[in-house]
């Protein structure tokens, strides 16, 4: 690109807000950079996973790259990935575009390429959050406070990314013993989901949180087996400016899962504040091979 890329836009940098002056490993993750037509990203060693990035970091990656559009207006409201393939190490590009505005919502759609091959590609919904009338019927899934469970050691699974989170269960602990299950247990989890290195949550740290749930057929069968996301959904419940006045450094979450057949099983969560509100739900669909 003629020139090398150019610095993102002043306005990202409402995208994240680490606890001192130094970048947070996420963010270094996730960080962006505008060029002439496409932004440049680049996968990160801290974040992952079997064979490529972890999913959410990757996610958060082209969430990010639409705040910080220059033409971005309102807040994250769904956003929908779908991994098309292997993300090797190093750069990618992310092709932003939006397709469609009017007064209250933008449609936006992010395509990853790497050798000009399309790896992931994501659609999402921008909305103007105007006061309304508001009901949650859904009620909050009580826990101890965050500081009362006991965390995941940090050496129970054995992927980069999972080190950077502090996992705490509350019920449905992965029981990784390498002996699978006589009988499939529980797909339900409950759980505190906080960075490692404590970190304020925005839009797309809580976007990759939304996928950090472990995959369920690990809790369901107590063993790993091959495992991805094929395509992950997430709906924001909350502004950019209600979820940094709120101040969360870490998330009630709660994971299950309703089937598993033919090589592909079902996700869904839910990601609550500490004082009960509830702020994302998520879905997805995954391979496996068991």
């Not at 002056?21 to 270094?28: C, G, L, R, S």
């Not at 440049?40 to 969430?63: C, E």
């Not at 449905?172 to 002996?179: D, N, R, V, Y």
Request: glycine fraction near 8%; proline fraction near 7%; include cysteine.
């Amino acid at each position: 690109m003629p020139g090398g890329p150019n610095p993102i836009p002043a306005k990202a940098d409402r995208l994240h807000t680490p606890l001192d002056t130094t970048e947070h490993v996420f963010d270094a993750a996730t960080r962006v950079i505008a060029g002439d037509s496409r932004w440049i990203g680049h996968t990160s060693d801290d974040y992952w996973a079997f064979v490529g990035p972890f999913g959410g970091a990757t996610a958060a990656t082209m969430l990010r790259a639409i705040i910080g559009h220059v033409d971005c207006s309102g807040d994250p409201l769904a956003i929908t990935v779908n991994y098309c393939a292997p993300i090797a190490r190093g750069a990618f590009e992310l092709d932003v575009r939006l397709i469609k505005a009017n007064r209250s919502t933008q449609h936006w759609s992010v395509e990853l390429t790497q050798n000009d091959e399309v790896a992931a590609f994501a659609t999402a919904v921008f909305a103007i959050r105007r006061p309304s009338w508001t009901h949650q019927p859904v009620e909050f899934p009580g826990a101890p406070p965050f500081e009362q469970v006991r965390p995941l050691p940090r050496s129970a699974i054995a992927m980069s990314w999972v080190k950077q989170y502090d996992f705490r269960f509350v019920d449905g602990a992965p029981s990784l013993s390498g002996q699978a299950n006589a009988e499939p247990a529980s797909a339900h989890s409950k759980l505190w989901i906080g960075d490692h290195t404590p970190r304020r949550i925005d839009m797309p740290s809580l976007l990759s949180m939304s996928d950090a749930f472990f995959g369920r057929i690990f809790h369901v069968r107590g063993e790993l087996v091959p495992f991805g996301t094929v395509s992950l959904t997430t709906y924001f419940h909350t502004s950019a400016e209600d979820l940094a006045a709120e101040d969360i450094r870490h998330v009630l979450a709660t994971a299950d899962a309703k089937v598993f057949s033919k090589s592909y099983g079902d996700q869904i969560g839910e990601l609550w504040s500490p004082g009960g509100r509830l702020l994302a739900t998520t879905q997805q669909i995954a391979y496996f091979k068991a």
